[in-house]
């Protein structure tokens, strides 16, 4: 059965604590993204790679940090850098963009509360 | 650069009514357009897209979307909602990397 996994789906931290939320494909796409959501904001791109060990900054990139060692897995660290981490958190992957079938396909989101 | 626009943060129809949710979009190139749908604390699920090709494009669950391209829209309409519909709906566009609408949250009422 092939998808997205995240997790956690819930995850609480105390302010001042690095956390990293887990993103897993089995889709075997090259490109996968991280997007944080706010009510009323849609989603905004963090970080994104189109292979392994080489990603980009996307429009909020400050105060994370992810990491591409594997093509199925793209960890993201939420530091304690970040102002304001509080948030619904989403992994996407894709085929490599402009080919026929490239869609964004989605992880389930893992809700972080910090505190 | 590409961007997307959904006029209306919240949409609310009857049971049977017809749902129409508008998007319009600004890019310099033919961009790729795409609707997803996201339900309470879920991932975003892909109801349709356009490529290349036909301009009514037919997606999941009775859904469906034309791109106009002298308009820049590519609204989604559904005949008849059903409670099941309720949700909130992205618009994006593709040149590249992918924007998102801020949303649309339908809600159906009885």
């Known amino acids: 059965d092939g998808g997205i996994t995240q997790s956690p789906k819930y995850l609480f931290r105390k302010e001042g604590q690095n956390v990293t939320l887990s993103c897993e494909q089995n889709?075997?796409?090259?490109?996968m993204y991280w997007y944080r959501q706010d009510p009323g904001q849609g989603l905004r791109l963090i970080y994104y790679?189109?292979?392994?060990?080489?990603?980009q900054k996307g429009d909020i990139a400050e105060g994370y940090s992810v990491s591409r060692e594997k093509k199925e897995s793209f960890p993201l660290t939420v530091t304690s850098a970040q102002k304001n981490p509080t948030a619904f958190y989403l992994c996407?992957?894709?085929?490599?963009?402009?080919?026929?079938?490239?869609?964004?396909?989605f992880g389930p989101g893992t809700r972080l509360t910090v505190t | 650069a590409q961007s997307v626009t959904q006029l209306g943060s919240h949409v609310s129809v009857s049971e049977g009514a017809l749902v129409l949710l508008r998007c319009n979009y600004s890019?310099?190139?033919?961009?790729?357009l795409f609707w997803y749908v996201q339900y309470p604390n879920q991932g975003l699920q892909l109801l349709l897209k356009?490529?290349?090709?036909?301009?009514l494009v037919k997606g999941i669950n009775g859904f469906e979307a034309e791109f106009k391209k002298s308009e820049t829209s590519f609204h989604l309409t559904k005949p008849s909602a059903h409670m099941s519909d309720a949700a909130e709906y992205f618009c994006?566009?593709?040149?590249?990397?992918?924007?998102f609408g801020a949303g649309t949250r339908l809600t159906v009422k009885p």
């Open positions: 996407a992957s894709s085929s490599l963009p402009g080919r026929d079938d490239y869609e964004q396909y």
């Open positions: 889709l075997n796409h090259d490109a």
């Open positions: 790679s189109q292979i392994v060990n080489d990603f």
């Open positions: 890019s310099s190139v033919p961009p790729y």
């Open positions: 356009y490529t290349t090709g036909a301009t």
């Open positions: 994006a566009v593709s040149v590249g990397d992918m924007r």
